[in-house]
């Protein structure tokens, strides 16, 4: 499944419609994605993302917790920019919330908050923000962005606005509380 920037379900939905979810919960470890997390008990990991974590309790349509690291070698999917290695988060939380802003199947965006955040004991940032699907479903999102080494890890919260935002948004809190770097990012 290939991750567009902003996570929107509908790219979420097309991606994992036949994917199987494992039920999942206590610390992993991605080597791989160099980092760690404490996953919630009664969530589902669907088996076939590869490149990140994907965790939904009930469909990533309505919800979903996306863990993943992206390569400082990469353009962002909207915008075709790049961060850098060494950049200050108020730098990194810009391009994000651009790359966001570009996405045109992301109707109606709103920018809720954008701030400097530690994330892994580390400078990082959060965002917050709302749009709609071409079906007038209204979402919410957590974005929180750190860089390390070469790699930009996000950890990202998503949800119906009604109901399943505020119903596991704490969840989703105490999963990036666990989050660790595991190794230094090459």
Same mark, same amino acid.
């Given at each position: 499944? #290939?991750?567009?920037?902003?996570?929107? !379900?509908?790219? =979420?939905? /097309?991606?994992?419609a036949?994917?199987? *979810?494992?039920?999942?919960?206590?610390k992993?470890?991605?080597?791989?994605?160099g980092?760690?997390?404490t996953?919630?008990?009664?969530?589902?990991?669907?088996?076939?993302?590869?490149?990140?974590?994907?965790?939904?309790?009930?469909?990533?349509?309505?919800?979903?917790?996306?863990?993943?690291?992206?390569?400082?070698?990469?353009?962002?999917?909207?915008?075709?920019?790049r961060?850098?290695?060494?950049?200050?988060? #108020?730098?990194?939380?810009?391009?994000? !919330?651009?790359? =966001?802003? /570009?996405?045109?199947?992301?109707i109606? *965006?709103g920018?809720?908050e954008?701030?400097?955040?530690?994330?892994?004991?580390?400078?990082?940032?959060?965002?917050?923000?709302?749009?709609?699907?071409?079906?007038?479903?209204?979402?919410?999102?957590?974005?929180?962005?750190?860089?390390?080494?070469?790699?930009?890890?996000?950890?990202?919260?998503?949800?119906?606005?009604?109901?399943?935002?505020?119903?596991?948004?704490?969840?989703?809190?105490?999963?990036?509380?666990?989050?660790?770097?595991?190794?230094? !990012?090459?």
């Amino acid at each position: 499944m #290939r991750w567009l920037g902003g996570c929107l !379900a509908a790219v =979420l939905m /097309a991606g994992c419609a036949t994917a199987s *979810f494992t039920a999942v919960s206590g610390k992993l470890a991605l080597l791989d994605q160099g980092f760690e997390a404490t996953l919630p008990e009664g969530w589902y990991r669907a088996a076939a993302v590869r490149e990140a974590l994907l965790l939904t309790r009930d469909g990533p349509q309505l919800q979903f917790i996306y863990l993943q690291r992206v390569s400082l070698e990469k353009e962002l999917s909207h915008t075709k920019r790049r961060l850098a290695r060494g950049m200050p988060p #108020r730098d990194a939380v810009e391009l994000e !919330a651009e790359n =966001l802003r /570009a996405n045109h199947a992301a109707i109606d *965006f709103g920018l809720l908050e954008k701030a400097p955040f530690t994330v892994a004991g580390q400078p990082g940032f959060r965002l917050v923000y709302t749009w709609k699907t071409k079906e007038g479903l209204r979402l919410k999102a957590v974005h929180y962005g750190v860089l390390h080494g070469n790699g930009l890890y996000r950890l990202i919260y998503q949800a119906a606005a009604r109901h399943y935002f505020d119903r596991d948004l704490e969840t989703f809190e105490r999963v990036r509380e666990s989050f660790r770097l595991s190794s230094p !990012a090459s």
